[in-house]
């Protein structure tokens, strides 16, 4: 009897119809994967799916679209899908052979129990189709012959960066000439259009070529060799930076040793994309052409010490200031005491003298434990000058470790808020005990320009200004002034403790602040 479509009956017909279905949408997908368009074939898939319930052909072709992504969340989904498969049809072999693939490529140290499990699928297609084509091709992948399985449309992940390197470490080797390997290189991809790695590594050369980027090849043709120099730098200057305390910008230069890496990786990755894009899709997408390229060798033993030793100096290097105490000078603040220096621009201390209200100095002795003011002048220059010192000087003593950075512009800040005008404000030296000094120059509208200069100063155990109302005073002159006034009042405490000397109550306000 004939076996046509009248023997089926009414329940096999929909089935039967649904089969071919999906094997068209399989073909859809397949076609989608061949034009590189992953997104598409993923969506597709999962639609089929969807639509048609699980499906050994469509279980595959679904992973095989998130291994094509080369990104290792796609890569995850990947797995999940051949997982998901393989409970349904355990003992089908392109899903095995796929799974195999998406495995042996993986990175044994950043992927071990996956890069375990590749041997193991690989055994189980050896016995259950010995001799089969899924069995050869998996085993000759497993020993590095072939880089990419039928289908897969993008190199593993795990290996895409090594046989790039390695293809264009390769051609360097035997055309020295960087433009005419990088011509050699485009010619040969025009001759074989589908293979990725011809593609791939003209668009590496390419940009290698151009202006400016000859220094990446001291990392592409001995990368070991540069990577461990480097390293060695880099973790010199973190350990010597640790031991003695040297500024941090030591370790600002270890890192930007490694910025030409980084940076050749990006080139690298940009050439891969700009590679597989310019790639046309082969005639037969189910047995695409082999490249013309040798196999690159495998990532062996040598490269997995250098990068073990790599990663071992650099957190070894990291760990360094554990080594050594840390800097007195960079976790505690300078203890002072104050004693005021006799006299300032000439000017005599002046001692029991009323000069204004207490008001000014409030703030002062509220924030500070320690504070200290001193005036400069005569007495006749007080009666002349309506209770105005020549100069005067006021400050705290504490711990200004967590102090705003702004803090030394609190007396031009107060300025705006009196009558006077500022004229000038400019940032000075601050001299051998470090810190901040600021500068200001103001008067009042009944004064002429530059009439009083006040500079204040801002370190770690204190802060002051110097007020000196001499009119025309230069900015350099104004600014030596405040440095050598501030290190005459200010002197290290070695019994732990800070105290302000202050030879009798001196009385001042906001006279000294408005200029009048």
């Not at 291994?67 to 498969?85: I, L, M, S």
């Not at 895409?160 to 293809?167: C, F, G, L, V, Y």
């Given at each position: 009897?004939?076996?046509?479509?009248?023997?089926?009956?009414p329940?096999e017909?929909?089935?039967?119809?649904?089969?071919?279905?999906?094997?068209?949408?399989?073909?859809?997908?397949?076609?989608?994967l061949?034009?590189?368009?992953?997104?598409?074939?993923?969506?597709?898939?999962?639609a089929?799916?969807?639509?048609?319930g699980?499906?050994?052909?469509?279980?595959?072709?679904?992973?095989?679209?998130?291994?094509?992504?080369?990104?290792?969340?796609?890569?995850?989904e990947?797995e999940?899908?051949y997982?998901r498969g393989?409970?349904?049809?355990p003992?089908?072999?392109?899903?095995?052979?796929?799974y195999?693939?998406l495995?042996?490529?993986?990175?044994?140290?950043?992927?071990?129990?996956?890069?375990?499990?590749?041997?193991?699928?690989?055994?189980?297609?050896?016995?259950?189709?010995?001799?089969?084509p899924?069995a050869?091709h998996?085993?000759?992948?497993?020993?590095?012959?072939?880089?990419?399985?039928?289908?897969?449309?993008?190199?593993?992940?795990?290996t895409?960066?090594?046989?790039?390197r390695?293809?264009?470490?390769?051609?360097?080797?035997?055309?020295?000439?960087?433009?005419?390997?990088?011509?050699?290189?485009?010619?040969?991809?025009?001759?074989?259009?589908?293979d990725?790695?011809?593609?791939?590594?003209?668009?590496?050369?390419?940009?290698?070529?151009?202006?400016?980027r000859?220094l990446?090849l001291?990392?592409?043709?001995?990368?070991?060799?540069?990577l461990?120099?480097?390293?060695a730098?880099?973790?010199?200057l973190?350990i010597?930076?640790?031991?003695?305390?040297?500024?941090?910008w030591?370790?600002?230069?270890?890192?930007?040793?490694y910025?030409?890496?980084?940076?050749?990786?990006s080139?690298?990755?940009?050439?891969?994309?700009r590679?597989?894009?310019r790639?046309?899709?082969?005639?037969?997408?189910?047995?695409?052409?082999?490249?013309?390229?040798?196999?690159?060798?495998?990532?062996?033993?040598?490269?997995?010490?250098?990068?073990?030793?790599?990663?071992?100096?650099?957190?070894?290097?990291?760990?360094?200031p554990l080594?050594?105490?840390?800097?007195?000078?960079?976790?505690?603040?300078?203890?002072?005491?104050?004693?005021?220096?006799?006299t300032?621009?000439?000017?005599?201390?002046?001692?029991?003298?009323?000069?204004?209200?207490?008001?000014?100095?409030?703030?002062?002795?509220?924030t500070f434990?320690d504070?200290?003011?001193?005036a400069?002048?005569?007495?006749?220059?007080?009666?002349d000058?309506?209770?105005?010192p020549?100069?005067?000087?006021?400050?705290?003593?504490?711990?200004?470790r967590?102090?705003?950075s702004?803090?030394?512009?609190?007396?031009?800040?107060?300025?705006?808020?009196?009558?006077?005008?500022?004229?000038?404000?400019?940032?000075?030296?601050?001299?051998?005990?470090?810190g901040?000094l600021?500068?200001?120059?103001?008067a009042?509208?009944?004064e002429?320009?530059?009439?009083h200069?006040?500079?204040?100063w801002?370190?770690?155990?204190s802060?002051?200004?110097?007020?000196?109302?001499?009119p025309?005073?230069?900015h350099d002159?104004?600014?030596?002034?405040?440095?050598?006034?501030?290190?005459?009042?200010?002197?290290?405490?070695?019994?732990?403790?800070?105290?302000?000397?202050?030879?009798?109550p001196?009385?001042?306000?906001?006279?000294?602040?408005?200029?009048?």
């Amino acid at each position: 009897m004939q076996d046509t479509d009248h023997d089926k009956s009414p329940e096999e017909a929909p089935e039967a119809a649904a089969a071919q279905e999906a094997a068209a949408a399989a073909e859809a997908i397949r076609a989608a994967l061949s034009g590189r368009r992953p997104a598409d074939a993923r969506a597709r898939a999962t639609a089929a799916l969807e639509r048609y319930g699980p499906d050994p052909a469509l279980y595959t072709l679904l992973g095989r679209a998130h291994v094509a992504e080369n990104e290792d969340d796609h890569d995850d989904e990947a797995e999940r899908v051949y997982r998901r498969g393989l409970d349904a049809f355990p003992d089908d072999l392109e899903l095995l052979a796929a799974y195999a693939e998406l495995c042996l490529a993986s990175d044994a140290l950043d992927r071990p129990g996956r890069h375990a499990r590749g041997p193991v699928l690989a055994a189980r297609i050896t016995e259950l189709a010995p001799g089969s084509p899924q069995a050869a091709h998996v085993d000759r992948h497993a020993r590095g012959e072939i880089m990419v399985l039928p289908g897969s449309g993008a190199l593993p992940k795990a290996t895409a960066a090594h046989i790039q390197r390695h293809d264009v470490r390769a051609a360097l080797a035997d055309t020295p000439d960087l433009a005419e390997a990088a011509r050699l290189a485009e010619e040969q991809a025009a001759e074989y259009p589908y293979d990725e790695r011809l593609a791939v590594r003209a668009e590496t050369l390419t940009a290698l070529a151009r202006p400016g980027r000859r220094l990446f090849l001291a990392h592409v043709r001995a990368p070991l060799a540069t990577l461990l120099t480097v390293t060695a730098i880099a973790a010199t200057l973190t350990i010597t930076r640790a031991a003695f305390h040297l500024s941090s910008w030591m370790s600002v230069i270890a890192f930007l040793l490694y910025v030409p890496g980084m940076a050749l990786r990006s080139l690298e990755r940009g050439a891969h994309t700009r590679g597989v894009d310019r790639l046309l899709a082969p005639p037969d997408a189910a047995n695409p052409p082999e490249s013309p390229l040798p196999p690159p060798p495998a990532f062996g033993s040598r490269q997995l010490a250098v990068n073990l030793a790599v990663l071992t100096v650099i957190v070894c290097a990291a760990a360094s200031p554990l080594l050594w105490p840390s800097s007195p000078e960079s976790t505690d603040y300078p203890r002072y005491t104050a004693t005021p220096p006799p006299t300032l621009l000439g000017a005599p201390l002046l001692t029991a003298v009323d000069v204004a209200d207490e008001g000014t100095l409030a703030m002062w002795t509220e924030t500070f434990g320690d504070s200290f003011s001193y005036a400069y002048g005569t007495a006749q220059q007080l009666t002349d000058n309506g209770d105005q010192p020549f100069a005067f000087v006021y400050g705290g003593l504490g711990d200004l470790r967590d102090a705003p950075s702004d803090l030394v512009k609190g007396y031009e800040q107060g300025l705006a808020d009196s009558e006077s005008t500022i004229d000038a404000i400019w940032d000075a030296p601050p001299g051998a005990r470090g810190g901040r000094l600021r500068c200001v120059s103001y008067a009042t509208d009944l004064e002429d320009a530059g009439a009083h200069t006040a500079c204040s100063w801002a370190d770690r155990g204190s802060l002051g200004a110097v007020v000196m109302n001499k009119p025309g005073l230069d900015h350099d002159t104004a600014a030596e002034t405040a440095r050598t006034t501030r290190d005459a009042i200010l002197h290290e405490d070695t019994s732990g403790t800070t105290e302000a000397f202050a030879p009798a109550p001196v009385r001042t306000g906001p006279t000294v602040r408005d200029g009048a």
